[in-house]
Structure formats: C-alpha cells, structure tokens
C-alpha cells in the first residue's frame, strides 16, 4: 500500500518560512516521481516541485523558483520542501505526491499517488 503522509503546514506571516516534510511508503523512493503541487482556495491545483533521484531531475514551477527547495532524507524516505520568503499567494493545501513517471506525473499533471494535504496560510 502506498502512503504519503504530509506535515508541518501552519500559519505565519509574509516573508516567513515553513518547512513541510512528507513521509512515503510503498513506492520506490528514489526511482519514483515525487514531490508537491497545492491548490489555493477556490482556484485549479497546480504544480509546486518535484525530484527523480535515480534520473537526477529535480524541477520547480516558476511562481516558486528561488525560494522554494526540496530536499530528502533517503534513510527515513521523507520528501521536504523548504519554503522561504512566503507570499500571501502561497496560501494553499499543499500535497505530496508521487507517480510512476516523470512525464504522466508532471508534464500531463497526473500524479499516481497524493497525500491528504496540510495547510498553508500565509498573512500579508
């Protein structure tokens, strides 16, 4: 059974940052495509980050370029994704997930596997 489980999403205020840590099971951590997209209230779910360990491809939507970043610890299987310098757009449900390629994951935006989500509130 695959599982993503999210953490560490809160409120802080703009210019802050937050780290959300995903932990995933069931897959192969670094054969697999992993890595976030969110949905802001009332709009589409779109694209955050994502990695593939073994292909070496780690790519980031442009709205978070720069201030965002994605680590991993290989041992506990846990995705992070480092926010920093959070703007008020940033606010979101913010979702990990997976998928057996790159391209159906990211390129066609259609993840295999999603976790239940953890909020993101960022005050202007």
């Known amino acids: 059974e695959v599982q993503l489980v999210e953490s560490g999403g809160g409120s802080v205020q703009r210019g802050e940052s937050l780290t959300l840590s995903c932990e995933i099971s069931g897959i192969p951590f670094e054969n697999s495509a992993i890595g976030w997209f969110r949905q802001a209230p009332g709009k589409e779910v779109e694209r955050v980050y994502y990695?593939?360990?073994?292909?070496?491809?780690?790519v980031a939507e442009d709205a978070v370029e720069g201030r965002f970043s994605l680590t991993d610890d290989r041992v506990k299987k846990t995705l992070y994704l480092q926010m920093t310098k959070l703007e008020p757009e940033d606010t979101a449900t913010y979702y990990c997930?997976?998928?057996?390629?790159?391209?159906?994951?990211?390129?066609?935006?259609?993840?295999?596997?999603w976790g239940k989500g953890t909020q993101v509130i960022v005050s202007p």
């Open positions: 997930v997976a998928g057996r390629t790159n391209y159906k994951m990211w390129v066609q935006q259609s993840p295999d596997y």
């Open positions: 990695q593939n360990i073994k292909l070496r491809v780690k």
